[in-house]
């Protein structure tokens, strides 16, 4: 994971968290690696999204189709960009857009953003204890 460090340490997610922490953080935050083969969907338009990531390495899109037939490429993304943040944390969870890979893309994830905010319902596993002494 240290080898991911840097492309971490500059996103809004873990700004202002010093680098040697991190690591520690993904640990008890149970985060796993998915890998997504080029043209493969990391999330498709209309899924419900329960999970965000982190590009730790590769290109992707956001896109959608408009009402007739035409891809529309809302941005693109690269190590560094945050999938699903907001979605997570929406009481709908709907996806408006595709997030498609445009090469092979390996991201962090982790999934049930429920807890992380105080007043949250429900339950992050490894939250408790461990992540609090960081």
Known sequence: ???YIDTLKD???FSGIEPQEIDGMLKCLS???VQYAKGGYIIEEGDKVYDFGII???HGRAIKWDSSGRLIIISLLKAGSEI???LAASLDHKSPAAVQAQ???LVLQR???NGFWPGAKGDVPGMTGCCATI
Do not use: Q
């Open 11 to 13: 996103t809004s997610l």
């Open 1 to 3: 994971m240290n080898e």
């Open 84 to 86: 699903g943040v907001i």
């Open 103 to 105: 090469e092979d893309v």
């Open 56 to 58: 730790l390495s590769g």
């Open 31 to 33: 985060t796993r690696h």
């Open 111 to 113: 999934s049930r953003l």
